[in-house]
């Protein structure tokens, strides 16, 4: 996507992070709008282990989308 209307970017960083259980995630986009949406983590691998702790963590997401054009 080249010049997206809608941009949100996002950081989360934990000193500390433990699961439970493994989480469900997920990004859901409704309607006719192009998107993208990525990830980077640090320290934190793509699929966590429940009652491992991770440290030092860091992820970086972001979400971009080009609004639907209403004469299409």
């Known amino acids: 996507m080249t010049d997206p209307d809608i941009s949100f970017h996002a950081t989360v960083r934990a000193r500390r992070l433990r699961f439970h259980t493994e989480p469900r995630t997920r ?3 409704f309607g006719t709008a192009e998107h993208e949406s990525s ?3 640090t320290n934190l ?5 429940p009652g491992t702790t991770y440290r030092d963590v860091r992820v970086d997401y972001r979400l971009a989308a080009a609004l639907a054009d209403p004469d299409r």
Do not use: G, H
Not at 45 to 49: C, F, T
């Open 39 to 41: 990830s980077d983590r």
């Open 45 to 49: 691998p793509e699929r966590v282990r």
């Open 27 to 29: 990004v859901e986009f």
